[in-house]
């Protein structure tokens, strides 16, 4: 008998707790909307907000695209390396996404983005092949990483100087440098190990 085809969904479970915790933020303020003030990121802000400001977001709409990008960009990270790294990658690209964030602007700010662009960054230097949507003038439009990962990052630097809105671009611009940063460790510490194992399996031979 021919065996029937499993179609198997692989995501990433830290993914999936973060998605919960932001959806789960979300609703409490949405019942309490003065607590974001204590949580969101400024200059003038207490420190422990350059990580907190990541969990709350304005709206359904800014937190439904969040989650969907982190679903996607998130479960190709931790799938393909592991939670550890997942974690470690999304938290230094909403540190860094906020520092850079403080360099063009005193306002107040909140969501996830600078994480998700740190794991955009990333994802684009470790698998660069890899087919993900890319978000093209309201159409969603299926596109390698390495191609998508930059017109991304492109728009949001231009976004940053000449848009008039409330979203924080600059950083989502310098959350994809740190993904890139860390992309780019990651594969160069990977190449050496592969080097080193061939020059240990050519001695012992």
């Not at 999936?16 to 802000?45: E, Q, R, T």
């Not at 939670?83 to 690209?93: A, Q, Y």
């Not at 630097?157 to 600059?170: G, K, R, Y």
Request: proline share 2%; aromatic share 18%; net charge positive.
């Amino acid at each position: 008998m021919e065996e029937k085809k499993v179609i198997e969904f692989n995501f990433g479970k830290m993914t999936l707790l973060i998605i919960l915790i932001c959806a789960v933020f979300f609703m409490i303020s949405s019942f309490f909307p003065g607590i974001i003030i204590y949580f969101a990121f400024s200059k003038k802000a207490e420190w422990y907000t350059i990580f907190t400001n990541a969990f709350f977001h304005s709206s359904i709409v800014h937190l439904g695209y969040n989650m969907l990008n982190l679903f996607i960009f998130g479960s190709i990270i931790e799938v393909k390396e592991n939670s550890k790294f997942f974690l470690f990658v999304i938290f230094f690209g909403i540190l860094f996404g906020n520092l850079g964030f403080s360099l063009f602007s005193n306002d107040y700010s909140i969501g996830l983005s600078g994480g998700i662009f740190g794991l955009i960054g990333c994802a684009m230097v470790l698998f660069p092949n890899q087919k993900v949507i890319l978000p093209l003038f309201g159409i969603g439009v299926l596109s390698k990483i390495w191609f998508a990962g930059p017109v991304m990052a492109c728009g949001e630097l231009l976004l940053s100087f000449f848009a008039e809105d409330n979203i924080a671009h600059s950083a989502h611009f310098f959350g994809f440098l740190a993904g890139m940063v860390i992309g780019f460790a990651r594969r160069n510490k990977r190449n050496m190990q592969n080097i080193e194992r061939r020059q240990d399996s050519n001695i012992s031979n």
